[in-house]
């Protein structure tokens, strides 16, 4: 009885199941503990991946019943993209084990199984490499590396196929030189995408053992570009652009929570209530923020003028977003019940920027040395602004999620140049927006403006108690 038991056990586990996406279909099973994924190219629909998942499933608990549960990844992969005639022999190999008239002899890979570029490329921005080499490849967010080689690298024709059609043990250098050298590949995106390229066939050769060397010889990777300077908003540039009626309220508040806090914009547009605690003791509010580009979490102590401009912000809608799209003035109806789309960020600051009568030329122009101004660059005027107020490295990178000193160092001559001018902070935010300056004071905000030390602190609120972090 007991060893029925056990035996239904093993058959559950290595039931698995199907996945579809997009065009990619294929089987997933638990193995030793790790979730894994054998995609079916041939596949046409989800019922021809199912019934060869059945026939996956049959060789998976074979093998756990004979012990050889080690050889599952390589004769479930094998076996996922074989022919049917290639399929039987793999299937009376299982069973031959499991019955104890076998020993383990590799299969030899089949043509079709090797995956293509953009199939191997689309593991890796997937972050499926990452969920099944967990302790060598780190799982981040791939969103850019994801469009470069959407935009860069699959489409790209080289002797009558795509890139992303290419299998991968077929990708020589000639293809990589025809990729770099597109026209539509502007110079300051070279280095990245080769960089993507590197890391795949990397990838291919050190974890899944596809590919016995990479194509690429040391030194290939092109030389890094020497970065332009940023932009940065003048306090004083900053105060015009929130006291703007012209420009939507939602986007005034998003713009002096990130001028102020350094929070990336993709943190700023999926926060959510539940992620801001505004009723600390004191009177002070707390954000937290569940995932940084670092994959770490971040938690810090808001500026008192951003949490109460908060409290008065959110008593404005009932969204659990709280920056949602139903505050953008004539927005899509289909987008209701999100956040706001951070798309084209940087056009759309121009532009408000404009209206609020903003005309330093710099910030609209790009040059040989400097980039005009972008959506990122209100994480520089934080940075730029804190330096030049003495805040310490350490507590600017809790902020913006820095893991070096590098990127933040590369703001100290401006900061310098700021405090020669003795330019000051920004505006209080919830003075600086007129629309949360008419509104009534939270019951926080009147309860920390009653502290003596509040009273006792300097205008700008630069003081001992807001440096006990560092």
């Known amino acids: 009885m007991a ?54 499933a049959k060789i998976l608990a074979d093998l756990q019943v004979s012990g050889n549960e080690g050889l599952a990844e390589s004769m479930l992969r094998d076996a996922a993209a074989a022919s049917r005639e290639d399929l039987n022999k793999i299937v009376e190999l299982a069973q031959g084990l499991a019955s104890g008239i076998e020993k383990p002899v590799p299969i030899p890979r089949e ?3 090797m995956p293509t570029v953009q199939e191997f490329g689309e593991r890796w921005t997937n972050n499926d490499l990452a969920r099944q080499y967990r302790q060598w490849v780190k799982a981040i967010d791939h969103t850019e590396n994801a469009r470069r080689m959407r935009v860069h690298v699959y489409p790209v024709v080289f002797k009558g196929r795509t890139v992303g059609e290419t299998p991968m043990d077929e990708f020589t250098l000639d293809h990589a030189e025809a990729v770099l050298s ?17 890391r795949i066939f990397k990838l291919a050769v050190a974890r899944a053992r596809i590919l016995p060397q990479s ?54 547009r999926t926060l959510r209530r539940e992620h801001l605690h505004l009723s600390q003791p004191g009177g002070r509010g707390v954000i937290i923020v569940p995932k940084m580009k670092n994959g770490r979490r971040g938690h ?74 972008r959506g990122h660059d209100l994480r520089a005027t934080f940075v730029t602004l804190a330096l030049a107020r003495g805040r310490t490295r350490t507590w600017i990178k809790r902020r913006t999620g820095h893991c070096s000193d590098a990127m933040i160092d590369r703001y100290d001559h401006a900061a310098g140049t700021l405090r020669e001018l003795s330019m000051g902070w920004l ?14 004071p939270s019951a926080q905000w009147l309860e920390r403006q009653s502290s003596p030390k509040v009273r006792q602190a300097d205008p700008e609120g630069f003081d001992d108690e807001e440096n006990e972090d560092e």
């Open 3 to 56: 060893s029925s038991h056990g035996g239904n056990d093993v058959g559950r586990r290595a039931e698995g199941g199907v996945f579809e996406r997009g065009e990619r279909r294929g089987a997933h099973f638990r193995i030793s503990g790790r979730k894994l994924e054998f995609p079916m190219s041939w596949a046409r629909n989800t019922a021809e991946a199912d019934a060869r998942r059945v026939i996956l």
């Open 300 to 373: 810090w102590r808001l500026g008192d003028d951003t949490a109460e401009a908060l409290r008065r912000w959110l008593r404005l809608h009932e969204s659990p977003w709280v920056f949602p799209t139903e505050q953008v003035p004539r927005h899509r109806r289909t987008r209701d019940g999100q956040p706001v789309e951070t798309k084209h960020a940087a056009e759309r600051l121009r532009a408000h920027l404009g209206k609020a009568g903003v005309t330093r030329q710099s910030l609209f122009e790009a040059n040989d040395n400097t980039m005009r101004l």
């Open 182 to 198: 597109q026209p539509t590949l502007k110079d300051g995106s070279v280095r990245h995408v080769a960089q993507c390229l590197h």
């Open 111 to 113: 043509k079709d199984s």
């Open 427 to 440: 505006k209080p935010l919830h003075e600086a927006i007129p629309e949360l300056a008419k509104l009534e």
């Open 215 to 268: 194509p690429f010889p040391p030194g290939w990777l092109p030389p890094a570009n020497q970065p332009k300077d940023g932009e940065f908003l003048w306090p004083e540039e900053e105060a015009r652009l929130l006291a703007c009626a012209d420009v939507p309220l939602v986007w005034r508040v998003a713009y002096g929570v990130d001028a102020r806090e350094g929070i990336r914009l993709g943190n700023l």
